[in-house]
């Protein structure tokens, strides 16, 4: 194990490192990793690890693994703003339908209205109709 302690600066607190050269089993498996994200800004890629160095090559892993989830997540977003596009014409389209709707209902109930008006005179029409036929009947019939 070495270890290295250093002081930045006189008023600042030392920051100690320390690592093994001996245990490199998390260095062989980071050559499976992606060496690039392409939806990572160049200054964000994850740098590749120091050597043989154990801790290197965990931060490394831990880096390439919140890159990959970087990458779902903004593919979960990309979706999740296609669905938004698509609902949001959905409720345009409902809106036109809704104001169609809305415009036959007041229609009909003018049209409901007019006729019942037009039934109301076209009765009391037949009713004068009546009685001027029976008027007339009784003045040719003055039996």
Not at 35 to 63: I, M, W
Not at 124 to 132: F, K, M, P, S, Y
């Amino acid at each position: 194990m070495i270890t290295s302690t250093r002081r930045v600066s006189p008023d600042k607190s030392e920051v100690r490192i320390a690592f093994s050269l001996e245990d490199t089993s998390g260095v062989k498996d980071v050559e499976d990793l992606p060496k690039t994200f392409p939806d990572l800004e160049q200054r964000l890629q994850p740098v590749p690890p120091c050597g043989s160095l154990r801790e290197s090559a965990e931060v490394y892993k831990e880096h390439c693994r919140m890159a990959r989830e970087f990458h779902q997540v903004k593919r979960d977003i990309a979706v999740i703003e296609d669905r938004k596009r698509k609902l949001l014409a959905e409720l345009v389209e409902d809106e036109k339908v809704a104001l169609e709707i809305a415009r036959l209902e007041e229609e009909f109930r003018r049209l409901t209205e007019e006729n019942r008006t037009l039934m109301t005179v076209h009765n009391e029409c037949a009713q004068q109709l009546e009685r001027l036929c029976l008027t007339n009947q009784t003045r040719q019939d003055p039996s």
